[in-house]
């Protein structure tokens, strides 16, 4: 069954600082993988997709995440964190039967910034 | 672009009670998503739509669970005889044919 793993529920990193935040996926065929990001009592916004093709790819707010297939994963990472990066984090596999975008989500990570 | 309106955006309700919700997505979106999210975890898939007929279903829905399209526009999810474990994030998501889903703002329900 396709899965999804982020194994850091929280995360807290100066603001300025670098992040780096992880995704494991378990799919059989080449996946479609996703970032979304959430704020508190809001609904899910993309941050970035990955279909084929350049293996790192570029989002918005200046996240990017890099696809590696040996390792199963789709790390995103920022260079310089702003205060306004506080949020919940999902990492999501689509997982289509039907060919639709039917996504599988992660737990998500929490993502704090501090002064 | 108006975004994919939900609607009400809070809903306590009394244990045996029905509730329906009802989401709009974007104009020309022809696929639409209904996800849900409890404390700490990440949406889970309910069902999908593409115009009028719904297409998938997630044995997370059960019975007590109906999700309507009727004219292929507007949606409503009804949740009948609810239970304190349907207390979660309702989120709807569309989509135009391969685009990435665009989410509302979910509705939160809460069951006493």
């Known amino acids: 069954a396709q899965s999804v793993t982020q194994p850091d529920i929280h995360i807290t990193v100066s603001e300025g600082a670098s992040l780096e935040l992880r995704c494991n996926y378990s799919?059989?065929?080449?996946?479609?993988l996703f970032w979304y990001v959430q704020s508190p009592g809001q609904g899910l916004q993309l941050l970035l997709k990955?279909?084929?093709?350049?293996?790192l790819v570029q989002g918005i707010k200046g996240f990017e995440a890099e696809f590696k297939r040996s390792q199963s994963s789709f790390n995103l990472r920022k260079p310089s964190v702003h205060w306004s990066d506080a949020a919940e984090y999902f990492c999501?596999?689509?997982?289509?039967?039907?060919?639709?975008?039917?996504?599988?989500f992660g737990t998500g990570t929490r993502l704090t910034i501090i002064p | 672009d108006t975004g994919v309106s939900q609607n009400p955006r809070h809903k306590i309700t009394k244990r045996g009670q029905n509730v329906t919700f009802r989401c709009d997505p974007i104009?020309?979106?022809?696929?639409l998503y209904w996800y849900r999210q409890t404390l700490g975890q990440g949406p889970e898939f309910l069902t999908y739509?593409?115009?009028?007929?719904?297409?998938?279903k997630s044995r997370l829905l059960s019975d007590r669970f109906s999700a309507e399209r009727p004219k292929g526009s507007f949606s409503t999810l009804e949740i009948q005889r609810t239970e304190q474990g349907d207390s979660a994030m309702y989120l709807c998501?569309?989509?135009?044919?391969?685009?990435?889903?665009?989410f509302g703002n979910g509705t939160r329900l809460t069951v006493t």
């Open positions: 739509f593409q115009n009028e007929a719904q297409l998938e």
């Open positions: 999501a596999v689509e997982t289509s039967n039907f060919g639709n975008e039917k996504l599988t």
């Open positions: 799919y059989g065929a080449t996946p479609y």
């Open positions: 998501a569309s989509s135009r044919d391969n685009s990435p889903l665009h």
């Open positions: 990955y279909f084929s093709g350049d293996t």
């Open positions: 104009s020309e979106h022809n696929r």
